[in-house]
């Protein structure tokens, strides 16, 4: 609970000055889905489109987040719980400046990710299912974090000793079986624009624009 003795400060410049000085309408996509789905490297993938549009955004990384502000945190249920919901008002904070947020973790729980859900303004959460099944992702493993939870060297492990909660009724579901990585990040930004939170593309510096395409071009060969 809030302490009694604290109360809220009013701020001149409001949440929709901050959207209209970026001429965008900000949001949380937030990348659900078991470990090595591939949610870290199309929310990257998002970002840099979204960049070479002109737009302003921020990518909250799951293991990024645990070497700062959660490291505090371990993987128990109720770790995880208290994770997601640190980052979900983060999340929120960055759609008060204005930003796009781009949030890609495990977030295991449907409950948990419905309070994050309920955190932001109605439909400026967009929940975006990236559905790798797990055998794909064990036959990945990137980090070799199966290995180690099939051996036993790591407990509470999301989809071998820990439950995942596919979600319901996602805004955006991909399933990169189906399509790479680039193509899904398309499927992403399509959606931004056919719901109107994107504002028509404005110009970047040149040579800032073209590194970020070289770098988009080499994330995607």
């Known amino acids: 609970m809030t302490d009694p003795n604290i109360k809220w400060q009013d701020i001149t410049i409001n949440n929709h000055q901050r959207a209209e000085q ?38 909250l990384d799951g ?32 759609n008060q400046s204005g930003l796009i947020v781009l949030s890609a973790f495990i977030s295991p729980f449907r409950s ?29 493993d990137p ?10 060297e790591i ?9 995942y909660e596919a979600p319901l009724n996602p805004e955006i579901h991909l399933c990169p079986g189906s399509l790479n990585a680039k193509q899904c990040a398309q499927v992403v930004i399509d959606y931004l624009i056919k719901h109107q939170f994107l504002k028509p593309m404005h110009l970047v510096s040149s040579q800032t624009s073209n590194n970020v395409r070289t770098q988009f071009s080499r994330s995607t060969n």
């Open 22 to 59: 970026k001429k965008q309408t900000p949001c949380t996509l937030w990348f659900t889905g078991l470990s090595g789905a591939g949610k870290s490297t199309i929310a990257n993938l998002v970002e840099q489109a979204l960049y070479l549009r002109g737009h302003h955004s921020f990518l």
């Open 112 to 140: 948990e990710r419905e309070l994050v859900r309920q955190l932001h303004k109605e439909h400026h959460f967009i929940e975006v299912f990236v559905d790798t099944p797990l055998k794909d992702c064990e036959q990945r």
């Open 63 to 94: 293991d990024n987040v645990r070497h700062g502000l959660n490291q505090d945190l371990g993987f128990s249920d109720t770790d995880r719980i208290e994770n997601v919901r640190r980052v979900g008002e983060i999340s929120k904070l960055f």
């Open 143 to 152: 980090k070799g974090l199966y290995k180690k939870a099939r051996s036993g």
């Open 155 to 163: 407990k509470n492990f999301t989809g071998i000793d820990s439950d």
